[in-house]
């Protein structure tokens, strides 16, 4: 009698995927762990940043700034945190600030050069120290103001002489007026760098590259109007320069700006000017008023004559 063994039957078929659903990868894991990280930035001069990371794309942390989603730099945060690059970001539409990485075991991790206005690595809360760098600009003539996109704790207010707290950056810009077209950096050494056409040496308006200090020169003007045929002159009455009754005032100016003269009290004339980073006037005027240029002991000198309209 032979006997005929039949093919091993399983007790049941299972339709079930082959690893269980929740068994994600060892890198899936990592990748979806969060980890309370607290960020302190308000050493600096700044009155709001971004921190740019996963899982958005866009700012993580409370938008509790007036700035649309930038964070009050008030306080000190804690937020739950991914694993990955962020970007720390203090200029609108900026992509030079500094990043810092939080690793898998929930440590904060940085490139060395940042070590020297940074802190915290290895654990997990980032302090943003920057540098202390003093800006002077008591040689300008006028008001001078942060410009641009950044948010400094004294936006709206001019400044003299004064020390800020700034992170390495390129495109720091402070003007007359939000017109401004060249910047000043700050290097991973604190350290002020700017184009060196615009160094003093150079003929130029700054003067500072390699210290910790930005002193402001701007480009010397006079400024002749005593054949305008009204009360006086003055330049732009929002620089802060006061009306000279005489027809004549003398400068120290930004380049960049569009400065407007008036030869009445508060009133703007038609008659505008310009240097350019490199410390050439451009003019603009219309009819009754008439610019010319030349130089007066070695310093640029614009006068201004009002031309009798024919009738």
Not at 1 to 22: G, I
Not at 132 to 158: E, H, M
Not at 195 to 206: I, M, N, R
Not at 271 to 300: C, E, I, M, N
Request: proline fraction near 5%.
């Amino acid at each position: 009698m032979s006997t005929t063994l039949e093919p091993h039957r399983p007790l049941f078929v299972s339709n079930c995927r082959k690893d269980p659903p929740f068994a994600a990868s060892l890198t899936e894991r990592i990748a979806m762990a969060t980890f309370p990280i607290t960020v302190d930035a308000t050493a600096l001069s700044n009155t709001a940043y971004l921190i740019i990371g996963p899982p958005t794309g866009f700012n993580i942390f409370p938008p509790n700034s007036s700035a649309l989603g930038w964070t009050a730099n008030s306080q000190a945060y804690t937020v739950s945190m991914e694993t990955g690059d962020y970007l720390f970001q203090i200029e609108s539409g900026g992509v030079n600030s500094f990043h810092f990485q939080i690793s898998a075991t929930g440590t904060i991790t940085y490139a060395a050069e940042y070590a020297a206005f940074l802190s915290g690595e290895g654990t997990s809360e980032l302090r943003v120290l920057g540098y202390k760098v003093q800006l002077d600009a008591r040689y300008i003539t006028g008001q001078v103001f942060w410009s641009g996109n950044l948010a400094i704790d004294n936006n709206n207010l001019p400044i003299p002489l004064e020390t800020f707290n700034l992170i390495p950056l390129d495109t720091y810009k402070v003007s007359a007026s939000d017109e401004n077209d060249w910047a000043f950096g700050v290097d991973n050494t604190g350290k002020v760098f700017y184009d060196q056409s615009f160094d003093y040496a150079q003929g130029g308006f700054l003067q500072g590259a390699g210290t910790t200090k930005l002193t402001l020169l701007g480009y010397p003007l006079l400024i002749d109007a005593r054949n305008a045929g009204e009360a006086g002159v003055r330049i732009s009455s929002d620089t802060g320069v006061p009306f000279a009754t005489s027809g004549v005032t003398y400068a120290n100016l930004l380049p960049g700006c569009i400065y407007v003269l008036e030869f009445e009290d508060g009133v703007l004339s038609s008659a505008t000017f310009r240097f350019s980073d490199v410390g050439v006037l451009t003019l603009t005027h219309q009819l009754p008023w008439v610019l010319s240029l030349d130089k007066f002991h070695g310093v640029p000198r614009l006068t201004v004559n009002r031309v009798t309209l024919a009738h």
